[in-house]
Each structure stands twice: as structure tokens, then as C-alpha cells.
């Protein structure tokens, strides 16, 4: 699904908007590997996942922790340096070879001011991943390694075979041999 | 400050949206202790504390878990309950006496439909707590425990003389003992 698509499916869109929406929208392909944010720099930003699988992550205590994964028909960028115009916290990489579409941040405030139905859009996309995110924390917070990688993958099967195991560990907040121990019982 | 105050630091009010505002605004006084949504019934509306001190909380293995504390000029809501009116997973009370201005699920989509700038409210306001939820997320997933206390104290200092020990430990994701050895020291 194409990001116009993906919006035409939340909002009413104009001509005069999808005209707007095709001028602001860029396409871009990169090959597996390829990093688009690191941390000096600020996420300027909302990448739409049309191929592929891209993945955000950052350093704790010299470990790498995956924060988020998107893969098609899901958005994805580092919110806190997108929405606060600062340098991002995290890294941004391509886990495979990937077609996004992206807006930036000043498309996306032109936009809420000349056309208010993008409000909605806003609003409605954050409600969705607001709720994603507080599903989150509650199961880092009280469910078990076991729950935890239950729902993934009756959530997320497809990913299993996309995504190298170790991201999906940290992304849990479990260990790599945990995790490898659950696959093979 | 009250609701409507807030509003219009985040969104012009025209006279018409102001007085439609007027009419959808509940305004309740309730004693310190009044349950105010339990979870077998569907949490409908969006709490704005005018006076006083809310949180929302629920049962994990017996043990209570507060998931939220709202306090003068914040919202509060069980919001996977209120965005999607399906049964709440929380409790939400009183801490203190309290004065609250409520609006419903349902007044919230006329304003919506009726005054597209409300668009914008629910995004803004949505932003800043995806934002806030995010920070918590990361700092339960990675800080420790002391570092946690430190932030709450830094950021809600006034909360630690209105919250009882016990509800800030478990929103901390530590124990009462620990937070208190914290606080001793």
C-alpha cells in the first residue's frame, strides 16, 4: 500500500490535498543496511514503510536496544527528535532492502495549517501508536519473557523470518539465549 | 486553570466553539477516596484536574500497580478504554478532594466533526503524552531504579507529599521498601 492510499483510508482527501500530498510525499529506495538517522542528527522525518522492514534503535550501556520495528504499511521515526526538532536519540536502519515514503516535518506543519483534515490524520494515527506503546510498556512492565514472545509472534509472525533474532530480543527486553531457547521448545 | 483555559493555550476558541465547549464540560466535585471508574464498566470520559490529584491503577497477580497519576492542569482516562469504549482495564480514584471537568468519548467526536480545529487539540495534546509515555517506557526498560526516583522527584516534586509511598513506588516499577531506603538517604 502506498502512503496516499493508506491515508485515503483514514480521511477524506481532496483533490487540492492529494495534489499537495504528491508534491510533499518523497520516495526513496535503500539497500538492506543502510542507516538514515544516527544520532547527531535531528529526525526531520515520518518514514512510511511501502517495502521492507526498518528498525530504530540506540545504545545502552554499550548494548544495542531495538526501541521499534515498522515494516510495510507502518510509519516509523524517532518521535522525541521528530516532533521536538532535536537531535535524535536513536539510530534509524534499513533491515532489508526497502521502498519508504516520507514527509518531513515542516511538509507535515504546512499541511495541518492549510488543509485541517490532516488534523485528523495526525490524530488518529497517534491514538493508534499511543496505544501500541502503552500495550508496551505494560507487558515489559507484568508480562513474562514467554507472554511476551507469545504475543509477537501471534502478532508479528511474519517478522520472525525478517528480522534478526537479537533485535527481537532486546525489542522484548529479553535475552538473545532466552529468546532462542523459547523457538526451540 | 480550567479546562477551557488550557484549551485556548493550545487552539483558538472562536464564540461558537467556546460555547459549544461550555455545554459539553461536566464539572464534578469529589471527595478524596471516590472510585471513579472500576473495570467492569467502560471509561467515557477524559478527565481534566482542575484541583486535586487522580491516578489510575489495576491488578497484576493481586498486586496494585499505578499506571498513572494526573494531577491540577493534566488529563487523565483509562485511555485503551475511552479510545476504543470497550471495557476498562483500571481503576481510577481520588487521591485528594477533587475538582474535575470532564467531557465524553461521545462529545468529543461532534467537537471533532463540528470544529475541525478541535482536530488539532487531539493531536497536540496527544503528541505531548506520546511523548511522555515514551520517556517512561524507556526509563522502566533502562534506568535504574534510583535514577527513576530522582527524575519523579525533579519533574513532580510535589507530588511526593500529596502520593501516598506506595503508589509512586509501583508507577516507579519499584519496591515501597527500596523507595523508602531512597528517600532516607
Known amino acids: 500500500m502506498s502512503l496516499l492510499q493508506h491515508i485515503k483510508s483514514l480521511i477524506e482527501v481532496?483533490?487540492?490535498?492529494?495534489?499537495?500530498?504528491?508534491?510533499?510525499?518523497?520516495?526513496?529506495?535503500?539497500?538492506?543496511?543502510?542507516?538514515?538517522?544516527?544520532?547527531?542528527?535531528?529526525?526531520?522525518?515520518?518514514?512510511?514503510?511501502?517495502?521492507?522492514?526498518?528498525?530504530?534503535?540506540y545504545y545502552c550501556d554499550e548494548k544495542e536496544i531495538t526501541n521499534w520495528i515498522a515494516k510495510e504499511n507502518e510509519f516509523g521515526t524517532c518521535f522525541y527528535s521528530f516532533l521536538k526538532s532535536i537531535k535524535s536519540t536513536e539510530y534509524i536502519k534499513c533491515?532489508?532492502?526497502?521502498?519508504?515514503?516520507?514527509?518531513?516535518?515542516n511538509d507535515l506543519q504546512k499541511?495541518?495549517?492549510?488543509?485541517?483534515?490532516?488534523?485528523?490524520?495526525?490524530?488518529?494515527?497517534?491514538?493508534?501508536?499511543?496505544?501500541?506503546?502503552?500495550?508496551?510498556?505494560?507487558?515489559?512492565?507484568?508480562?513474562?519473557a514467554k507472554e511476551r514472545y507469545l504475543h509477537f509472534m501471534t502478532n508479528k509472525p511474519d517478522l520472525l523470518n525478517r528480522v534478526p533474532l537479537g533485535y527481537i530480543a532486546s525489542y522484548l527486553g529479553i535475552s538473545q539465549e532466552t529468546l532462542s531457547r523459547m523457538r526451540a521448545s
Open 111 to 144: 499541511l495541518y495549517n492549510k488543509f485541517p483534515v490532516t488534523e485528523k490524520l495526525g490524530r488518529v494515527i497517534l491514538e493508534d501508536y499511543y496505544l501500541k506503546l502503552e500495550e508496551r510498556l505494560l507487558s515489559i512492565q507484568f508480562k513474562e
Open 95 to 105: 533491515i532489508e532492502d526497502c521502498e519508504l515514503e516520507m514527509i518531513s516535518f
Open 14 to 57: 481532496s483533490d487540492a490535498l492529494e495534489m499537495q500530498f504528491s508534491n510533499m510525499i518523497q520516495l526513496q529506495q535503500h539497500k538492506k543496511g543502510t542507516t538514515l538517522i544516527s544520532p547527531v542528527q535531528t529526525c526531520n522525518y515520518l518514514y512510511f514503510v511501502k517495502t521492507g522492514v526498518i528498525r530504530g534503535y
